[in-house]
């Protein structure tokens, strides 16, 4: 069956780094653009960044460009995000998603929690 699994989630005081990571199993995970979605309490989930099934190409919300890096390990079957100089207002449930290139797939992970705060 299919399972995404995220770890990595905590507290951490503002300007401090967190480095998520979410492991695929059963599915050809090097055929899926991978992402990471966030979501604050009582807000709408965003999208927070995507790489692409090669890991070539990467995109990133304005709010966590030149903050956040997400990277993939296709022998692993893991995407990591590393989030650094982290704000209050990245305080949200993070989730893993992944998207099949030819559509007609798509994955979520169950999320991991991160806490902002002093």
């Known amino acids: 069956q299919v399972q995404l699994v995220e770890s990595g989630g905590g507290l951490v005081q503002p300007g401090g780094s967190l480095r998520l990571s979410c492991t695929a199993s059963?599915?050809?995970?090097?055929?899926?653009?991978m992402n990471w979605y966030r979501q604050p309490p009582g807000m709408e989930r965003e999208l927070v960044a995507t790489i692409a099934n090669s890991g070539g190409s990467t995109n990133y919300a304005d709010s966590v460009k030149g903050r956040f890096t997400i990277s993939r390990d296709n022998a692993k079957k893991t995407v990591y995000l590393q989030m650094n100089s982290l704000k209050p207002e990245d305080t949200a449930v993070y989730y893993c998603k992944a998207d099949l290139i030819f559509g007609g797939a798509s994955y979520w992970g169950q999320g991991t929690q991160v806490t902002v705060s002093s």
């Open positions: 059963g599915f050809t995970f090097s055929l899926y653009r």
